[in-house]
């Protein structure tokens, strides 16, 4: 048998590694910080369609038995608050109803147009 004497060592070098982490390393910055993009948008859409529901709920509502102008929501809502007006539109013997939910960040106004008497100075 022969011995193989050979000047290459088997392996990777130093700088091989480096440039490896650092590919690496951009990667995983690029993923974590459209991770958290996205969840930012999920975040916001989100409260967009608790606002939402709740506008239309609070709607519903004011059709049957116009009450307060403006409150919270009870709990688990009561980041949200809202604000319904209720005014004559440009349609004879029509109102219009806006309800307007917010939470800080985020506003959702829902406005129709319904059959009934509007009150002086808005709701």
Not at 6 to 20: N, Q
Not at 90 to 116: A, R, Y
């Amino acid at each position: 048998m022969k011995a193989q004497s050979s000047s290459f060592e088997k392996g990777f070098t130093l700088l091989e590694i480096m440039i490896a982490l650092a590919i690496i390393g951009g990667l995983l910055v690029t993923l974590i910080y459209t991770l958290n993009y996205h969840l930012g948008i999920a975040e916001r859409h989100e409260s967009l369609t608790i606002a939402t529901i709740l506008a239309r709920d609070k709607m519903s509502e004011i059709e049957k038995n116009p009450a307060e102008p403006e409150g919270d929501f009870p709990e688990p809502y009561n980041a949200y608050h809202y604000a319904t007006t209720i005014s004559a539109s440009s349609f004879p013997e029509l109102s219009e109803l806006s309800v307007v939910v917010s939470n800080g960040k985020e506003e959702v106004k829902l406005t129709e147009i319904m059959k009934m008497n509007p009150v002086e100075g808005g709701k």
